[in-house]
């Protein structure tokens, strides 16, 4: 019987989920503003944990780093937290990056929907030249 996931990916999903209440509860920085765990990847020795996160409204680039600086600054922080919640001989080193999947998908959907108004508009020019 194969196993469904793997030490790895267990450990991943866990960490994410302790993750995201940590930085939630845990983190009293102002400037932090809403944090969402997107992503866990974890090393094979899961010596490190990649986490990819996503601030909600902030578009700037500047306060991104910002952001990311802060979460890098609280890394050891959430570790010992997450050391104490998570029961592992080691706990992983945190490494924080920014998850441009959800704008990568927005300017995508935005491009489609104006695709589909220029098709629409090219339509109803043809079908009135026609009558």
Same mark, same amino acid.
């Given at each position: 019987m194969a196993k469904e996931y793997s030490r790895k990916q267990r450990v991943a999903e866990q960490i994410q989920k302790e993750l995201a209440q940590l930085i939630q509860l845990e983190m009293k920085d102002?400037?932090?503003?809403?944090?969402?765990?997107?992503?866990?990847?974890?090393?094979?020795?899961?010596?490190?944990?990649?986490? /990819?996160?996503?601030?909600?409204?902030?578009?700037?680039?500047?306060r991104i780093d910002q952001s990311l600086k802060i979460l890098g600054?609280?890394?050891?922080?959430?570790?010992?937290?997450?050391?104490?919640?998570?029961?592992?001989?080691?706990?992983?080193?945190?490494?924080?990056?920014?998850?441009?999947?959800?704008?990568?998908?927005? /300017?995508?959907?935005s491009l489609i929907d104006e695709a589909v108004a220029k098709d629409a508009q090219a339509g109803k020019g043809i079908e009135g030249s026609e009558e």
């Open positions: 102002p400037r932090l503003g809403m944090v969402t765990v997107s992503a866990v990847e974890v090393s094979r020795d899961l010596a490190f944990a990649d986490v /990819y996160v996503s601030f909600l409204g902030v578009d700037e680039q500047e600054q609280a890394a050891g922080f959430l570790r010992s937290q997450l050391a104490r919640a998570i029961k592992l001989r080691f706990t992983p080193q945190l490494r924080f990056y920014y998850d441009s999947s959800l704008q990568r998908g927005a /300017y995508l959907s």
